[in-house]
């Protein structure tokens, strides 16, 4: 049985279809099972108006969006997610696993829109009141293996292609440059059980809780 010493906030990042939903789904189950109060939340989405906005972000009838409309409304949802649900949770002492955050923002409007970077890190700061993951997991796959696992039809942002995926997939490397103490990089293909076992490992090597027996 593992005791947490306080909360952490754990944040799960990569290209579609990489794999990264599945790792969160895993995780939150050791740890309620392990008797860490811990709940999971997703992006863009999470709470009634942020799912109203994701709908609107992901509707292939919203191709005409704009760029910073489009990273104004992922910033919005995030917002209201963040102070809805993750800040109260928190306080309380809870674990918070999130399936993306910040950091899909500076990957995709960054990397795949252009938008200049530090601008979209001072509209992050004031979207999530300036808190910041203890810990972050990009789960890194080519663009074309994710592409290969997608079932089901593409959203607007998936729609993208394999192009966009990757100038994606090139600014998360420059995210984990940036922020090296805080992001690890995952191989996601690896099994999901390999994958696993490397993040409860890392969470270990952190002293995030101590094992009592």
Same mark, same amino acid.
């Given at each position: 049985?593992?005791?947490?010493?306080?909360? @952490?906030?754990?944040?799960?990042?990569?290209?579609?279809?990489?794999?990264?939903?599945?790792?969160?789904?895993?995780?939150?189950?050791?740890?309620?099972?392990?008797?860490?109060?811990?709940?999971?939340?997703?992006?863009?989405?999470?709470?009634?108006?942020?799912?109203?906005?994701?709908?609107? +972000?992901?509707?292939?009838?919203?191709?005409?969006?704009?760029?910073?409309?489009?990273?104004?409304? @992922?910033?919005?949802?995030?917002?209201?997610?963040?102070?809805?649900?993750? +800040?109260?949770?928190?306080?309380?002492?809870?674990?918070?696993?999130?399936?993306?955050?910040?950091?899909?923002? +500076?990957?995709?409007?960054?990397?795949?829109?252009?938008?200049?970077? /530090?601008?979209?890190?001072?509209?992050?700061?004031?979207?999530?009141?300036?808190?910041?993951?203890?810990?972050?997991?990009?789960?890194?796959?080519?663009?074309?293996?994710?592409?290969?696992?997608?079932?089901? /039809?593409?959203?607007?942002?998936?729609?993208?292609?394999?192009?966009?995926?990757?100038?994606?997939?090139?600014?998360?490397?420059?995210?984990?440059? +940036?922020?090296?103490?805080?992001?690890?990089?995952?191989?996601?293909?690896?099994?999901?059980?390999?994958?696993?076992?490397?993040?409860?490992?890392?969470?270990?090597?952190?002293?995030?809780?101590?094992?009592?027996?």
């Amino acid at each position: 049985m593992y005791i947490s010493n306080k909360s @952490m906030f754990i944040t799960f990042e990569g290209i579609d279809g990489c794999g990264k939903s599945s790792q969160t789904k895993r995780l939150l189950k050791r740890l309620n099972d392990e008797g860490i109060k811990t709940i999971l939340v997703r992006e863009p989405g999470g709470t009634p108006i942020s799912e109203e906005v994701r709908e609107i +972000l992901l509707d292939n009838r919203s191709k005409g969006m704009s760029d910073r409309t489009e990273a104004l409304l @992922m910033t919005a949802s995030r917002a209201q997610l963040t102070y809805e649900t993750i +800040l109260p949770n928190l306080e309380l002492g809870h674990w918070i696993i999130a399936d993306r955050y910040a950091d899909s923002t +500076l990957a995709y409007q960054g990397g795949g829109r252009e938008i200049n970077l /530090e601008w979209l890190i001072q509209l992050n700061h004031f979207a999530t009141f300036e808190i910041q993951p203890n810990l972050t997991f990009i789960v890194d796959v080519m663009p074309e293996e994710a592409f290969r696992r997608k079932t089901g /039809e593409n959203d607007r942002i998936e729609s993208e292609g394999i192009a966009f995926q990757n100038e994606v997939r090139k600014k998360y490397g420059d995210l984990i440059k +940036l922020f090296p103490d805080r992001i690890v990089l995952v191989d996601g293909h690896k099994s999901e059980e390999e994958i696993h076992n490397t993040i409860w490992e890392e969470l270990v090597r952190r002293d995030y809780f101590n094992e009592k027996k």
